[in-house]
């Protein structure tokens, strides 16, 4: 599988930002602090994920970013496809242009592979992944973190 930096960081923000939605509108730049994504990479992302309706954005003071819909409903397989990230594990680019505009003989079998990866990431919703021990206790490790004051402004 060859997952790209933008499937990664969309999936990543996307956890960020349920995992914070108790709180109210989430701001990029608050994603962006505690997940170290730049700022103006999160704002092209959450333009393709509010297209799709898996973000809605709250403008003014206090605004920010919710859930399209709850966490339940949204996979990671939604988030990827959101932002355009395809799954291929082929290097043919799913056409079957690897050896001179032919199929491989391997081709099948890494287009199969990108499905049963697909198929996977549609089964885990954002709610799963919150729930998880181990996430759970980054994200708190993440939030001490943000709140720690720098010595040199006490």
């Known amino acids: 599988m060859r997952l790209t930096t933008k499937g990664r960081y969309a999936v990543t923000a996307m956890l960020d930002l349920a ?6 509108p989430v701001s990029l730049a608050d994603i962006s602090r505690r997940q170290d994504i730049s700022l ?4 092209q992302l959450f333009a393709k994920l509010r297209r799709q309706e898996l973000v ?4 003014g003071p206090g605004g920010g970013y919710r859930l399209g819909r709850p966490e339940k409903d949204i996979t990671i397989a939604q988030v990827v ?5 395809s799954i291929d594990t082929t290097r043919c680019h799913s056409q079957g242009d690897c050896q001179a505009g032919e199929k491989c003989l391997t081709h099948h079998l890494w ?9 996977f990431l549609g089964k885990i919703s954002l ?4 729930k998880k021990r181990e996430v759970q206790v980054i994200a708190a490790r993440q939030n001490n973190k943000q709140k ?3 010595s040199e402004l006490v």
């Open 19 to 24: 995992l914070h939605a108790c709180d109210g």
């Open 40 to 43: 103006s990479y999160l704002e």
């Open 56 to 59: 809605s954005s709250v403008r």
């Open 81 to 85: 496809d959101a932002v355009n990230e």
């Open 111 to 119: 287009s199969d592979l990108s499905l049963q990866i697909h198929e």
């Open 127 to 130: 709610h799963d992944l919150m």
């Open 148 to 150: 720690v004051i720098p």
